[in-house]
Nanobody, 123 residues
Framework: QVQLVESGGGLVQTGGSLRLSCAAS????????MGWFRQAPGKDFEFVAA???????TYADSVKGRFTISTDNAKNIVYLRMNGLKPEDTAVYYC?????????????????WGQGTQVTVSS
């Protein structure tokens, strides 16, 4: 069974930075798309970023230029580096795996999900 475990969330002030990690087991990044999504209180899941097996990436417009997704294939970890954080970035952040490597932005294309990590940005 594939397992994804996120870490690195926390409380940060506006303009601050965090790096989220997602450790994957029983999964190889060389064949899948890994994505980050977030869900703010009372809102739907929102796509944040994705990285494909060929290291191509895509970002939501709201985070482009501030967030960077990357992988360490040797450690089976996907990262989300978040700079210039804003209060509207406050949410639970989830990593997810798309086994068909479609690089799509909808949550229903992702098969496996982590438990989430809370990010809170204070103003």
């Amino acid at each position: 069974q594939v397992q994804l475990v996120e870490s690195g969330g926390g409380l940060v002030q506006t303009g601050g930075s965090l790096r989220l990690s997602c450790a994957a087991s029983r999964l190889t990044f060389s064949t899948v798309t890994m994505g980050w999504f977030r869900q703010a209180p009372g809102k739907d899941f929102e796509f944040v970023a994705a990285i494909n097996w060929d290291i191509s990436t895509t970002y939501a417009d709201s985070v482009k230029g501030r967030f960077t997704i990357s992988t360490d294939n040797a450690k089976n970890i996907v990262y989300l580096r978040m700079n210039g954080l804003k209060p509207e970035d406050t949410a639970v952040y989830y990593c997810a795996a798309d086994l068909y490597a479609t690089m799509k932005r909808t949550r229903f294309d992702y098969t496996y999900w982590g438990q989430g990590t809370q990010v809170t940005v204070s103003s």
